[in-house]
């Protein structure tokens, strides 16, 4: 089983960074393709960024192309999501959450999830 901690969310003006952190408790982290997904009120839950095992595979959606950065330490059991450029359209909850095998950007393909962390942009 693997359980997941996000952190480092919080109210940042627009055009600001932010950087998300997700903890996870397994000895074989490396084992895991990792994703960040967010949610909105009212919206459904949106892919964010994926990234396999090593870091050699990212994925972005094309709203957060060039303003965010997935990448992860396998040595520390974290991954992270530097969040540059921020918009008000980027307030959401966001979720980590992880695979075994290969990086993916579908919500469904998703065992583990972490509990979310709030990101908030004032316009």
């Known amino acids: 089983q693997v359980q997941l901690v996000e952190s480092g969310g919080g109210l940042v003006q627009a055009g600001g960074p932010l950087r998300l952190s997700c903890a996870a408790s397994?000895?074989?982290?490396?084992?895991?393709?990792v994703a960040w997904f967010r949610q909105a009120p009212g919206k459904e839950r949106e892919s964010v960024a994926a990234?396999?095992?090593?870091?050699?595979?990212?994925l972005y959606a094309d709203s957060v192309k060039g303003r965010f950065t997935i990448s992860r330490d396998n040595a520390k059991n974290t991954v992270y999501l530097q969040m540059n450029s921020l918009k008000f359209e980027d307030t959401a909850v966001y979720y980590c959450?992880?695979?075994?095998?290969?990086?993916?950007?579908?919500?469904?393909?998703?065992?583990?999830w972490g509990q979310g962390t709030q990101v908030t942009v004032s316009s």
């Open positions: 397994t000895r074989t982290f490396s084992n895991y393709a």
């Open positions: 990234i396999n095992w090593n870091g050699g595979i990212v």
């Open positions: 959450a992880a695979k075994s095998a290969g990086a993916s950007m579908a919500v469904y393909r998703y065992n583990y």
